[in-house]
């Protein structure tokens, strides 16, 4: 008797934890569209008349295709903003992209510099600290070798700058190209959701694991933390964390015409090689432990919870429909089997609400989304639980044996195809 | 803190406007975190005179029903861990009563309700009226009526006799009343924010699994939720509401599924066989045409306690198709009487309940609407305003003085003062002093719970009338039949029952019986078993 008592205490604890998971990655979902109000307050806050700043743009590559970075470099080039430089980041290591970096600094030789990382580990957050020794402006700007920025990006974030007078600003990126694979649809929508609504529910509560690329930084603020962690996997959630625990203002800002557009990892092993760093790295950020100084309890727990949520979240996928299994096979009195059905609620609720999601994804960047296309969504959702499980699993075991080598996405740019021509073509400043 | 979010100078600009006033302005839309001086007075106005009228002499009057002590028994078997003290048959969704056990401890604990748990179960409906009451008001206000016309809605709801009886009583429809009205409060969301929106279809969905007459209702809500202003996250808010509610809604399928009691099979009830019993099986109550129908003298029953609410009701309803907010009400009203006038299925009698807010809301809403009028009227002749307004007033309260006072007066009077119980009371005094607990009893199940556990504490001893015949059970426990029974009480309804739901097995004890002891319509039979013919098989 007391050990079926016990055992349907554990399954509905079991069932209440994931049930607080699942409502919790409801609650960052549709965050952004909890309220009307909500939608105006994330968006940027409008053009002012003058440009406060000036801009160093950092792009970071490794072993990218030259049609990319071309691409990529166009794009900043042809911001509308005037003062701005970029600064290509390459590793020693790498000679065909050194050249091709060369090759490009040539070609606008006022405008784009080339920095070479000659450390002999290597990874993003050292080739971004050797380019930001080269920085001469006044905000630098991290954009990934194979992201499309939007050609008004930088004098609006220019003007976030000036208003809110604020220390960061974290614009959205996007990925676009959601007919290419069966987990492309999903993990677009991954970036819609995170960009569109998660980060400004984290931005809400006061702590916030910042993105890579489209992040903007006063340079003497960066100087002043002594740029990125040249250790950590997640130097961008890192960076995040610490300005968090500073108290420095991070502005997030959401508007679908200046999101970054970006392409999804090619492979699926890219995938989860992609999504193992990032966990990895989320663990390293949760070790280092810099969130243990922020202020308050209350304050501490949030921390606690946005960078452990992502894990959670990554294994409910797969231990709700195993709880649920064993809560109805297991001889459980009635209310405990239905306590453990529970969780289904949230997570089901959050698959529904990413269809109004899709569709909104579709309107905001033109896209006809069919209903084969919904119908990827739902299909694929068990399956990218899988993945995303898998990868928080095998991210945790290279934590417990502290492996913390770069697996790097490769780029193929698959994007491009998905933008108008003109913005892939060669601009000139 | 040093995180924030963009607020771009569209918000400052709208909540800087009017500075003249203080609080909201009497175009903002009702929030109850932004109440006004006069929202604040007459919701505390009205809780206070919906708690006196529903508390008053609540043991008293109405007399005890045998659903009321039915949901009351079930309610105190939740406490033990199942869902009726005798095979839950899926007669209605179990939430309202699971509602009444998780509060009527507190009653009890109290001393409330006479000594007796029927009695104490009546004072957590009382609480769930109150809830009605003000949840009506923030409804009316939401839907922009005027203060005094929203507490007129109010004031109607809780003076109507047809609104009070059976708001004392114990119904589940009084159970789901409350959620349906705030899933409406919450569909017509201010902020038009989607977690109100959720919340709506959780509430919906408590309030379906409370009673499931209320899903008629649905349709309504739905129109109420998407036929407002455009707003951006529209798309979310309706399969958020659908969704969410659905789910809920789901629970209880998948309970019996989970008991393997879903579908109709040989040896188990299923939810099945209830559904097919309640909306095809079920003896019809006829159509509402046909002169000595059962579904005629229903109708019959509602209108002899409150005429005027629903003749007004009704009326207002249609002119509440002339305001855009409130033609929801229109299709309410309307989609809720389709059974009614349609149905030739079994209609039971507390199916109104459901409707008496909303016809409350129509008449509030449609003089509202007509005030408007008059305003407009005015506007055009300044000289006549206050003329106008006055012969308006008059024309409201002679007509309220009108309606009130010969029926409600005095229906409410008696509601306030009658004993009807006395007899009940005597009756379940008489069988807990003068019968064994070992004697095999059959009693109606307003008295059932409260015999029950004053000392037989055991469900084929004391055995609610209809049992017998009813739950296969009884053979496991009598397998000599009606013979093995000692005494039947009988109440008003015993006879009824008897005949309409054919119960064999008491109609014999019944006839085989003498009374020993009579208090009014309550009588307390001894059955005495015919000694069988001698056999000589042996």
Redesign the interface.
């Known amino acids: 008797m007391p050990v079926s008592v016990l055992a349907s205490a554990l399954v509905v604890l079991i069932a209440l934890a994931l049930f607080a998971i699942a409502l919790s990655t409801l609650y960052l979902n ?1 965050y952004a ?5 909500t ?8 053009l002012q008349e003058s440009e406060a700043c000036s801009f160093s743009l950092i792009m970071p590559c490794r072993n990218e295709r030259e049609d990319v970075m071309r691409a990529t470099l166009s794009a900043l080039l042809g911001q509308t903003h005037s003062r701005k430089e970029v600064i290509i980041s390459v590793g020693h290591d790498d000679p065909e992209t050194v050249q091709t970096a060369h090759a490009l600094a040539r070609e606008y030789p006022d405008f784009v510099r080339v920095s070479v990382d000659v450390s002999e580990t290597k990874n993003k957050p050292r080739q971004l600290n050797k380019a930001l020794s080269m920085c001469r402006n006044s905000v630098v700007g991290v954009f990934d070798a194979e992201s499309i920025a939007a050609k008004e990006l930088l004098a609006h974030i220019d003007s ?1 700058f000036a208003t ?1 007078n604020a ?1 960061v600003v974290q614009g959205a990126v996007q990925l676009i190209n959601y007919r290419d694979t069966w987990y492309s649809l999903r993990n677009c929508l991954e970036y819609f959701t995170w960009f569109r609504s998660r980060l ?1 529910a984290h ?2 509560q ?3 694991p910042l993105g890579g690329n489209t992040v903007f930084i006063k340079r003497e603020l960066l100087d002043e933390v002594r740029g990125w962690d040249g250790n950590c996997l997640a130097e961008d959630c890192d960076l995040g964390v610490r ?2 625990t ?8 959401y508007s679908p015409e200046l999101v970054t557009r970006e392409e999804t990892p090619d492979t699926l092993k890219a995938l989860v090689r992609q999504r193992t760093r990032w966990s990895l790295g989320f663990m390293q950020v949760f070790a280092k432990g810099d969130w243990k100084n922020l202020p308050t309890r209350k304050m501490r727990a949030i921390a606690w919870w946005t960078l452990m949520q992502q894990h959670f979240m990554a294994f409910a996928g797969v231990c709700i429909p195993v709880a649920i299994f064993a809560a ?1 096979w297991g001889g459980f ?2 209310v405990v ?2 306590v453990a ?1 529970l969780p ?2 949230p997570t ?2 959050t698959i ?2 990413d ?2 999601m899709l ?1 909104e994804f579709g309107r905001d960047h033109k896209f006809t989304i069919t209903w084969y296309d919904y119908l990827r969504l739902i299909v694929g959702t068990p399956l990218y639980q899988l993945v995303l499980a898998f990868s928080a699993l095998r991210a945790l075991i290279k934590f417990i044996r502290r492996d913390f080598g770069w697996e790097k996405t490769d780029h193929s740019g698959a994007h491009l195809s998905y933008l108008e021509p003109a913005v892939t073509a060669a601009v000139r400043p | 803190m040093a995180v924030a979010e963009l607020e771009p100078s569209v918000i400052e600009r709208k909540t800087s406007g009017s500075p003249q006033h203080r609080g909201p302005g009497p175009d903002a839309p009702f929030s109850l975190t932004q109440l006004s001086f006069w929202d604040r007075v007459t919701l505390c106005l009205l809780t206070a005179m919906a708690a006196v009228l529903s508390l008053w002499n609540l043991t008293g009057a109405p007399s005890y029903q045998d659903d009321e002590g039915t949901y009351t028994a079930q309610a105190f078997a939740v406490h033990s861990g199942s869902l009726a003290p005798y095979t839950y048959w899926y007669d209605h969704p179990p939430l309202g009563w699971i509602q009444i056990a998780a509060i009527n401890w507190l009653p009890t604990l109290l001393g409330l309700g006479d000594g007796t748990a029927i009695g104490a179960t009546r004072y957590v409906i009382a609480a769930y009226f109150v809830a009605s009451a003000v949840l009506l008001y923030m409804v009316a206000r939401r839907m922009k009526v005027r203060v005094p016309f929203a507490a007129l809605t109010t004031v109607i709801f809780i003076l109507s006799p047809l609104s009070l009886v059976l708001g004392r009583q114990i119904y589940l429809d009084n159970i789901g009343v409350p959620w349906l009205l705030l899933a409406f409060y919450l569909a017509l969301s201010s902020r038009d924010a989607l977690w109100h929106h959720v919340c709506a279809g959780i509430c919906f969905a408590v309030a379906v699994l409370s009673k499931e007459t209320l899903a008629i209702f649905g349709p309504a809500l739905l129109i109420a939720l998407m036929y407002r202003p455009r707003w951006s996250n529209r798309s979310f808010s309706v399969v958020g509401f659908l969704t969410v509610g659905g789910l809920i809604l789901a629970f209880y399928p998948l309970s019996a599924l989970l008991r393997n009691e879903l579908f109709s099979g040989q040896g188990h009830v299923s939810l099945q066989d209830a559904l097919t019993y309640q909306f095809l099986e079920r003896s019809g109550s006829g159509t509402i045409f046909e002169a000595g129908s059962s579904r005629a003298e229903l109708l019959a029953g509602w209108l002899y306690f409150d005429k005027y609410l629903i003749a007004a009701g009704l009326a207002a309803a249609v002119l509440c198709l002339l305001r855009k907010q409130s033609r929801v009400l229109t299709v309410a009203i309307f989609s809720f009487a389709i059974p009614i006038i349609v149905g030739q299925g079994y209609l039971p009698a507390m199916y109104i309940i459901g409707v008496i807010p909303f016809l409350a809301l129509a008449l509030g809403t449609g003089v509202d609407i007509a005030w408007s009028w008059l305003e407009k009227l005015g506007g055009a002749r300044p000289d006549l305003t206050r003329r106008l307004r006055a012969v308006f007033v008059a024309v409201l309260c002679s007509a309220l003085v009108l309606m009130s006072v010969p029926q409600w007066f005095e229906q409410d009077r008696d509601l306030l003062t009658a004993e009807n119980n006395a007899n009940w009371r005597q009756t379940l005094s008489w069988v807990q002093d003068n019968i064994s607990r070992e004697d095999v009893v059959l009693a109606p199940y307003s008295m059932w719970y409260d015999l029950n556990s004053s000392g037989w504490n055991d469900s084929w001893t004391m055995i609610a009338t209809e049992k017998p015949d009813l739950d296969k059970q009884f053979e496991t426990a009598h397998p000599d039949g009606w013979q093995e029974i000692d005494w039947i009480i009988v109440g008003p309804s015993v006879s009824a029952n008897i005949d309409s739901l054919g119960l064999s097995r008491a109609a014999s004890a019944l006839s085989h019986s003498t009374p020993v002891r009579t208090f009014g319509e309550w009588t307390i039979r001894r059955v005495e078993v015919p000694v069988p013919p001698r056999t000589n098989e042996r």
Do not use: E, M, N
């Not at chain 1, 569209?33 to 109000?37: M, V, Y």
């Open positions: 549709t569209w909890w309220d009307p109000k939608q105006i307050r994330t968006s940027y806050s409008g976030v809110k220390d400004h931005s809400r006061g702590f916030i300005l968090s500073l108290g420095r203002k991070i502005i997030v800002a109805v009195p009635l089997t239905l059905f289904l609620v089901l609720a529904a609400f269809i109004c569709q």
